[in-house]
C-alpha cells in the first residue's frame, strides 16, 4: 500500500512538474515579446481552393499593447476593390470574449461578431476570426507535451487548450522553437478533438534588436484542403498610432489612416 500511495504521489508530482513546465515556456515566450508598444505593417493574403484557385488581397494591420489586458489590433482591406475599405477591430482579452466589430462599406454600418461566431472563418480565408486576435497568457491552460528535434532545431510541443467559450478548438499544440521563443507550427484541433488546421510560420526577422516576427504565415485546412496565407512587409514596431484610431466608431474612416 505504501508502495502504491507512494507512486501515486510521484505520478502526482511529476503531472505538476509538467504542467508548470508548460506555463512557464508560455509565460517566458510572451515575456520576450513584451514592450514592443506598437506595430504597423502592410500584409497580402492570398487564399487558396482545393482545386487551385486563388484569391488575393491587400491589407494594412495595426496593434498597440494595452495595459493589464490583450493587444488591439485593426486589419484594414486596400484591394481588391469589391472589398477594400473593410476593417476589423479587435481588442483582444484573456479570460473573457474578446470584443471585435466589423466594418463593411457595402452596408455602411460597424456591426459587432458575436462570440459564438468567433470561430467562422475571416473573410472567406481559412483565418477563424478567433486567430486574428493576440496571444494572451490566461486564454490557455498549459501542458509540456514532449521536446523534439527536427530539421537540426529543437522545439518544445506545447498543448494549449483554451478556458474562454466559444472557442472553436479544443486544444492547440504550438511547436516552440527553443532558439527565440517563438512558434513555428500551430496544430489546430476541433472541438471533437480531431487535427482540424495547421498554422506554419517562418522567415522569422528581428526587430528593434528584440522581437522576432514571421514575415510569413500560412494556415492549412486538413479537412478541406483550403489553404490561406499572410506575406508581412515593411514591418514596423513602436510607432506613433493614436489610441482615437482603435475606436469601433472610427473603423468607418479606417482607410484615411492608411
Known amino acids: 500500500m ?18 508548470e513546465s508548460g506555463l512557464d515556456i508560455a509565460s517566458e515566450m510572451l515575456a520576450r515579446d513584451a514592450g514592443y ?7 497580402e493574403m492570398l487564399i487558396i481552393a482545393a482545386n487551385g ?18 493587444d488591439k489590433i485593426i486589419t484594414y482591406f486596400q484591394a481588391p476593390r469589391d ?13 473573457e470574449a474578446d470584443d471585435q466589430w466589423l466594418f463593411l462599406p457595402s452596408i ?9 461566431n468567433r470561430s467562422g472563418p475571416f473573410m472567406g480565408s481559412e483565418f477563424a476570426y478567433e486567430d486574428m486576435s493576440s496571444w494572451e497568457l490566461d486564454k490557455y491552460r498549459y501542458e509540456l507535451v514532449k521536446e523534439k528535434t527536427q530539421n537540426e532545431k529543437t522545439y518544445w510541443l ?3 487548450f483554451p478556458r474562454y467559450e466559444n472557442s472553436g478548438y479544443s486544444k492547440l499544440i ?6 527565440i521563443y ?29 522581437y522576432w516576427r514571421p514575415k510569413f504565415a500560412q494556415m492549412d485546412n486538413l479537412q478541406n484542403n483550403r489553404s490561406s496565407s499572410l506575406t508581412w512587409k515593411n514591418m514596423t514596431l513602436d510607432v506613433d498610432i493614436p489610441q482615437a484610431q482603435f475606436e469601433p466608431k472610427q473603423l468607418r474612416n479606417a482607410y484615411r489612416y492608411n
Open 158 to 160: 506545447l498543448a494549449c
Open 108 to 116: 455602411k454600418r460597424v456591426k459587432r461578431i458575436s462570440s459564438n
Open 53 to 70: 484557385d486563388t484569391v488575393r488581397r491587400q491589407l494594412t494591420i495595426k496593434g498597440i499593447e494595452q495595459e493589464n489586458d490583450g
Open 2 to 19: 505504501r508502495i502504491f500511495i507512494s507512486l501515486l504521489m510521484a505520478l502526482s508530482t511529476m503531472a505538476a512538474a509538467e504542467s
Open 174 to 179: 504550438a511547436w516552440i522553437d527553443q532558439d
Open 37 to 43: 508598444v506598437s506595430y504597423i505593417s502592410d500584409v
Open 182 to 210: 517563438q512558434p513555428r507550427k500551430i496544430e489546430y484541433y476541433d472541438r471533437k478533438g480531431e487535427l482540424f488546421k495547421q498554422l506554419t510560420l517562418s522567415q522569422y526577422e528581428l526587430h528593434n534588436q528584440r
Open 83 to 95: 472589398i477594400a475599405g473593410t476593417a476589423l477591430l479587435t481588442y483582444s482579452h484573456a479570460i
